[in-house]
């Protein structure tokens, strides 16, 4: 059994990028920096969560709202990870790298919702 999501270069994009976000929440949480790593992990996963429960829908009006909260938790992340940047947490290198992904998704989030 296959859902639909689960071929959409979107969601899987959205996949990686939580692994990499995810292993950062982890070492936030093993730092006892225990709100960072929550509002990170629920940041990165409302991307592929939106995404698939969009994609459930059968009106393109719905899946487009859905599309919009996924974008709109990309720039939610980049906020986190620039945050943790100013406190030394994350690398300006590591920062660049993962929002160039969150800008890579948020981009074909946008071109995703122009063939709905």
């Given at each position: 059994?296959?859902?639909?999501?689960?071929?959409?270069?979107?969601?899987?994009?959205?996949?990686?990028?939580?692994?990499?976000?995810?292993?950062?929440?982890d070492n936030l949480e093993?730092?006892?920096?225990?709100?960072?790593?929550?509002?990170?992990r629920g940041a990165t996963m409302s991307?592929?969560?939106?995404?698939?429960?969009?994609?459930g829908s059968t009106l393109s009006k719905d899946?487009?709202?859905?599309l919009n909260i996924a974008r709109r938790s990309t720039f939610e992340n980049a906020n986190i990870l620039i945050i943790l940047n100013r406190r030394k947490i994350v690398t300006g290198e590591r920062l660049n790298q993962l929002l160039e992904k969150l800008d890579k998704e948020c981009r074909m989030i946008t071109?995703?919702?122009?063939?709905?």
């Open positions: 059994m296959k859902f639909r999501f689960q071929d959409l270069q979107i969601w899987q994009f959205a996949i990686e990028i939580s692994d990499e976000l995810l292993d950062i929440a093993e730092r006892k920096l225990f709100r960072f790593a929550e509002q990170l991307i592929s969560n939106n995404i698939a429960e969009g994609s899946f487009n709202n859905f071109n995703f919702k122009k063939t709905l």
